[in-house]
């Protein structure tokens, strides 16, 4: 489950992103503003979208391209499994409750990935990962307390940043 997840974050973030010209550029269809405006249309959190994401959506597809491609990589590695797993989480609830109005596809990818990020939260990663190989020596890779904070901290710490820059 966790090398399926990665090659999706991995696949979202490289090829729909960092790959894709449009992506951050205002003139192109496939620019980001475009996809947050689209979402927030009809989401629940159409506010947190206009206050947090719209204001400024080149920082907010740049962070969002940056986040995919690491969340990807640590869950492909199995490196802070934990923490990349919470992250990925809280992006995918914000997916979630932007883009399931849209139908099925958004709404099923997302909570699905919610449902793996939560069992890789609690149960970190298997023998094949680096974690497995660093909790011999460091055994507070097993302890999902911190991890959880550490990336609760950051995330919301980015998320007040991108709020502060927009007012």
Do not use: C
């Amino acid at each position: 489950m966790r090398l399926i997840v990665a090659s999706i974050w991995i696949n979202a973030g490289v090829f729909d992103k960092l790959l894709n010209p449009g992506f951050l550029n205002p003139n192109s269809n496939s620019y980001i503003g475009f996809t947050i405006l689209y979402f927030s249309q009809g989401s629940i959190i159409k506010g947190f979208l206009y206050a947090v994401a719209f204001p400024h959506p080149i920082l907010t597809g740049q962070l969002v391209m940056i986040g995919e491609i690491t969340f990807g990589t640590l869950l492909f590695l199995g490196l802070t499994t934990r923490m990349a797993a919470t992250a990925a989480f809280y992006t995918n609830l914000i997916y979630f409750l932007s883009a399931a109005w849209t139908g099925a596809e958004e709404y099923g990818i997302n909570l699905l990935m919610m449902a793996v990020d939560v069992y890789l939260i609690l149960y970190g990663s298997n023998e094949f990962s680096v974690d497995s190989l660093l909790s011999h020596k460091i055994k507070i890779i097993k302890d999902p307390k911190p991890w959880i904070i550490v990336a609760s901290l950051v995330y919301i710490s980015v998320v007040i940043y991108l709020y502060l820059m927009g007012i």
